[in-house]
C-alpha cells in the first residue's frame, strides 16, 4: 500500500435511493462495514428525482482504498452513486437495447460498459415477454462523468454491433456532451 | 403568375387545384402518360375530373408541358434515387428556358444538388424546394431566414408515416406489424412502405438540410440511415416506464447526417404524435428554434409549393 493510500481523507457522496422505509439505513451500512467515518448525512426528502428516487448527500472520512470498498459495495446493492468523491457521475445516460440479449451474456454487456470507466450502471430493466432465449429488450440506466457521453455511447455501440443486438441511443443535443 | 405542373399525384393536383386562390393561372399540367396545355389557363376542373375517371389529365404528349408557356415550372413527380430523372431533367428544361422551378420531388435537390445549382447559376430562373422537408412547415425559408451559416444543425421527426407508427406503438402498446397494416388501411402508409420506414425518406430531407447547411454536395449516400423496422413493442414499453418514447429522427450536424430510431423524453419538442412533423434548429444568436405541424398530405404540401411561387413573383425574373 501507497503512503497516499493510509492518509483518511474525506469524500462527498451523492447517491439516490428507492422510497422505500429501510433504505437510508440500509445505504449507510457498507459505510460503517467498510471502516469509512461518517460525518454528515443530507437526505432531501422534500426533493424527488422524476423517477421517484431520494437524493441524498453523504460526507465521510476514508483512506482511498477504503472509500473505493465502500462505493464497491454501494454499487452492489440497490442505491444510485450519482457521485463519489470527486469522480463526479452528474450526467445521466439511457440507452434501449434489444435482440438475444440473455443468449449473448447480458452481464458481459453490462461490464463492457462498465469497462469504459466513465460509467456506472445505475438501473437495468428487462422485458423478455417470450422467455430468456427469445428476443429481448432491456433499458440501461448509466451515471456518466461529465464530457463523456460520447466515449460511453461508442463503446456501447461496439458492443451492440458485435452481439447483434439493436441500440436505441438518446438524442445528446449540445456541444458539450 | 403563369405556373407549368409536372406530376399529377396528390401535391401536383393540390397545386393545379388551389392556384388561382393564390393568384396564379395553370398553363399546363401533365401526369406521366398525358397532358393539358393552354397559354390562356387550363379548364382546372375538368382535367381534374379527367384524371379521377379517366386516369389521364388530357390528351396531349406529356413533354408538352415542359416547352409550354410558364413563368414557373411546378416538379411534382415522385422521387427517384441516383439520377433523380426524370425530374431532374424536368428542371434543366426550365432553367435552360430561364424559367424558375419548384421542387416537391426530392429527388434533383438530395441527390443531384450540385448539378442543380449549376444550372440555376446559368440560368436566369431560379429554384426553390419549400415543399421537399416537412410538408407545410417552413423548414427551409426559417433557415434561409437566418442565413444558412447561422443556422448550427437540425434535429426531428421529418416522416409523417414512421412517427404514426412509433407513437400509436408507444399508446396502445401494440406491435409493429400490427400498427403498420392500421396505418395503411387509414392510407397513412402506402402499400410500399418500405422509405417511409426504413429511414430513406427521412434521409433525403436531412441530406438537403445539409446541402443549405454545409454548402455541399451531400447525396444519400452520404448518411448514415437506420429504420424503425419490426421495432420491438417492449423498447417502446421500456421507455414509456422512464417516461420517455422513440421517435425517428434525422440529425444533420458537424457537417454529417443521421437517421436513427432515438430515445426522447416524451414531452420533448421533436416527439410530435400521429403523423406530425417537427424539427429542433440551433441557430447563432436566436438560440434553440422549434418548427411542427404538417409534415405530408396534398393540400399541405401544396400550401409549401404555392408560398414558394409567391415568394418568385415578388421578384422579377433574371431576364
Known amino acids: 500500500m501507497s503512503e497516499a493510500d493510509s492518509t483518511v481523507q474525506s469524500y462527498t457522496l451523492r447517491l439516490e435511493l428507492v422510497d422505500e422505509p429501510g433504505e437510508l439505513l440500509r445505504s449507510l451500512q457498507p459505510i460503517a462495514e467498510k471502516g469509512g467515518n461518517l460525518l454528515s448525512i443530507f437526505h432531501e426528502r422534500g426533493n424527488v428525482t422524476p423517477r421517484g428516487y431520494i437524493p441524498v448527500v453523504v460526507d465521510v472520512e476514508a483512506t482511498p482504498d477504503r472509500f473505493e470498498k465502500i462505493v464497491d459495495a454501494l454499487s452492489r446493492t440497490n442505491v444510485n452513486v450519482i457521485q463519489a468523491g470527486t469522480e463526479r457521475y452528474s450526467q445521466e445516460l439511457t440507452v434501449l437495447l434489444s435482440g438475444h440479449l440473455i443468449n449473448t451474456d447480458f452481464s458481459n454487456t453490462l461490464s463492457r460498459i462498465q469497462e469504459t470507466r466513465s460509467a456506472t450502471v445505475t438501473d437495468i430493466s428487462i422485458s423478455a415477454p417470450q422467455g430468456s432465449t427469445e428476443i429481448s429488450s432491456a433499458r440501461i440506466r448509466m451515471a456518466t462523468q461529465s464530457g463523456s457521453k460520447n466515449e460511453v455511447l461508442a463503446a456501447i455501440r461496439e458492443v451492440a454491433e458485435e452481439k447483434d443486438l439493436r441500440l436505441v441511443e438518446p438524442l445528446v443535443t449540445g456541444g458539450h456532451a | ?319
Do not use: C, W
Not at chain 2, 135 to 144: C, D, L, Q, W
Not at chain 2, 164 to 180: I, K, N, T
Not at chain 2, 222 to 248: C, H, K, N
Open chain 2, 1 to 319: 403568375m403563369n405556373v407549368g405542373v409536372v406530376g399529377a399525384g396528390d401535391v401536383g393536383s393540390a397545386v393545379v387545384e388551389l392556384a388561382e386562390a393564390y393568384g396564379h393561372a395553370v398553363t399546363g399540367f401533365a401526369d406521366s402518360r398525358s397532358a393539358v396545355v393552354d397559354a390562356d389557363g387550363i379548364d382546372v376542373a375538368s382535367a381534374l375530373s379527367t384524371k379521377r375517371t379517366e386516369g389521364t389529365v388530357g390528351s396531349g404528349d406529356p413533354e408538352a408541358v415542359l416547352d409550354a408557356e410558364y413563368d414557373v415550372l411546378v416538379e411534382a413527380t415522385p422521387t427517384t434515387l441516383g439520377d433523380a430523372e426524370p425530374g431532374f431533367s424536368h428542371v434543366r428544361t426550365a432553367l435552360e428556358r430561364d424559367r424558375h422551378v419548384v421542387l416537391a420531388n426530392k429527388g434533383p435537390i438530395a441527390e443531384r444538388y450540385g448539378d442543380v445549382r449549376e444550372l440555376e447559376a446559368e440560368s436566369a430562373g431560379s429554384v426553390r424546394f419549400e415543399a421537399t422537408v416537412g410538408g407545410a412547415i417552413p423548414v427551409i425559408s426559417t433557415i434561409e431566414g437566418f442565413g444558412t451559416s447561422r443556422v448550427d444543425s437540425l434535429h426531428g421527426v421529418l416522416n409523417g408515416t414512421a412517427n404514426f407508427v412509433l407513437s400509436r406503438m408507444s399508446a396502445e402498446g401494440l406491435d409493429y406489424e400490427h400498427v403498420l397494416a392500421e396505418a395503411q388501411d387509414l392510407g397513412v402508409a402506402e402499400a410500399d412502405p418500405t422509405f417511409d420506414v426504413d429511414g430513406t425518406d427521412t434521409a433525403l430531407k436531412g441530406v438537403i438540410v445539409a446541402n443549405l447547411l454545409f454548402d455541399g454536395e451531400y447525396s444519400i449516400e452520404d448518411a448514415s440511415v437506420d429504420g424503425i423496422q419490426a421495432l420491438p413493442g417492449t423498447l417502446l414499453e421500456l421507455a414509456r416506464e422512464d417516461g420517455q418514447t422513440i421517435r425517428l429522427l434525422a440529425e444533420v450536424r458537424n457537417g454529417s447526417v443521421r437517421v436513427s430510431p432515438r430515445l426522447v423524453p416524451v414531452e420533448s419538442p421533436v416527439a410530435p404524435t400521429g403523423t406530425h412533423n417537427a424539427v429542433q434548429l440551433d441557430i447563432e444568436n436566436a438560440g434553440q428554434m422549434n418548427l411542427s405541424g404538417r409534415g405530408a398530405g396534398g393540400v399541405e404540401t401544396a400550401s409549401a409549393v404555392l408560398t414558394d411561387i409567391g415568394r418568385l413573383s415578388g421578384k422579377q425574373t433574371k431576364r
